[in-house]
């Protein structure tokens, strides 16, 4: 394959970028993997946030009203929220645990994520996780209708996610960097930590 990229090649690529991989894009174009990453480096093209689709909208079974109160009060006693920092700024990380495996099997079968054993004290316990933030949204926006001792946690962490989630690219302004640092601080003193802004 030459080199040179032609105008069609170019149009393509910027086209399809967002939605598929330096793999995917290498084979279409029959072009090596290093040649598609050095020209989305020269075209400075950025893909946008959480490409990839959310677990929920690929397979998960959406929740009745009944079971989003059930995961509720279950979050309430055995989940938590966080939002740790990095140079990208604030990424949300929902988890819950337990030592019910079939509890926390339907948190994934409903919202995504992922889980895995550890040994707890006592007994072997499940941990599930959902980092992908559209299945971080999704899942606050299910249970916090129903939501009593964690609600002002969730909504905090709602509140920034609906900014997040609003950018087009992987990353975010100064503003919403910025935003992301006090809504950490936010939720830490909601958790009963004392922090200064």
Not at 128 to 155: G, R
Not at 175 to 192: N, P, Q, V, Y
């Amino acid at each position: 394959m030459s080199s040179h990229w032609t105008i069609n090649e170019i149009k393509f690529l910027r086209e399809h970028f967002p939605t598929c991989s330096h793999n995917a894009l290498s084979k279409i174009m029959n072009r090596s993997i290093k040649s598609i990453k050095r020209k989305c480096s020269a075209l400075k093209l950025i893909r946008p946030i959480d490409r990839r689709p959310s677990l929920k909208s690929i397979n998960a079974i959406q929740p009745t009203d009944l079971e989003k109160a059930y995961f509720a009060g279950h979050f309430d006693g055995e989940g938590c929220v966080m939002m740790p920092q990095s140079g990208l700024g604030c990424k949300v990380v929902i988890s819950a645990v337990g030592g019910h495996k079939p509890t926390i099997e339907s948190y994934r079968q409903h919202f995504g994520g992922s889980i895995r054993k550890f040994a707890g004290k006592n007994k072997c316990l499940w941990h599930w996780q959902v980092f992908h933030q559209k299945d971080c949204a999704l899942f606050i926006e299910s249970i916090l209708p129903f939501a009593k001792e964690k609600k002002e946690q969730l909504l905090i962490t709602q509140s920034y996610l609906n900014k997040r989630l609003l950018e087009s690219c992987s990353h975010p302004s100064s503003h919403t960097r910025e935003l992301g640092r006090i809504s950490a601080i936010e939720l830490k003193k909601a958790k009963g930590f004392n922090f200064k802004l």
